[in-house]
């Protein structure tokens, strides 16, 4: 079983930036692959992006590239995702979960049925 808790988000002003952690604890093994989605009112539940626990190899939507980083911290088993030049549309509660199964190609990283344990989810709202 693995546990994920979400932390850091709130209300910014666009411009601004925010970096969410997600705590993993419970089984943690070094192949598995976080990933973090996010889900605004009435929208379906998105891929950001994920890194790979093991070697970091990192992945990320278009549509956040260049403003998103995803990051690690093996020693405190954490996950990050640093958000910057935050705009209105970033508005949107923010998961993070976990990929434990092996799976041949990337692109399963970026469905969000390919996860198998999920967080609370973290609110992030940018005012305009």
Same mark, same amino acid.
């Given at each position: ?7 850091? *988000?709130?209300?910014? =002003? %666009?411009? /601004?930036?925010? &970096?969410?952690?997600? $705590? ?5 093994? @070094?192949?598995?692959?976080? *990933?973090?989605?996010? =889900? %605004?009112? /009435?929208?379906? &539940?998105?891929?950001? $992006? ?5 070697? @970091? ?17 093996? $020693? ?53």
């Amino acid at each position: 079983q693995v546990q994920l808790v979400e932390s850091g *988000g709130g209300l910014v =002003q %666009a411009g /601004g930036s925010l &970096r969410l952690s997600c $705590a993993v604890s419970g089984r943690t093994f @070094g192949y598995y692959v976080m *990933g973090w989605f996010r =889900q %605004a009112p /009435g929208k379906e &539940r998105e891929f950001v $992006a994920a890194i790979r626990w093991s070697e @970091g190899s990192i992945f990320y939507a278009d549509s956040v590239k260049g403003r998103f980083t995803v990051s690690k911290d093996n $020693a405190k088993n954490t996950v990050y995702l640093q958000i910057d030049s935050l705009k209105p549309e970033d508005t949107a509660v923010y998961y993070c979960a976990a990929l434990v199964k092996t799976y041949s190609s990337s692109l399963y990283y970026y469905r969000k049925g390919s996860y198998d344990y999920w967080g609370q989810g973290t609110q992030v709202t940018v005012s305009s």
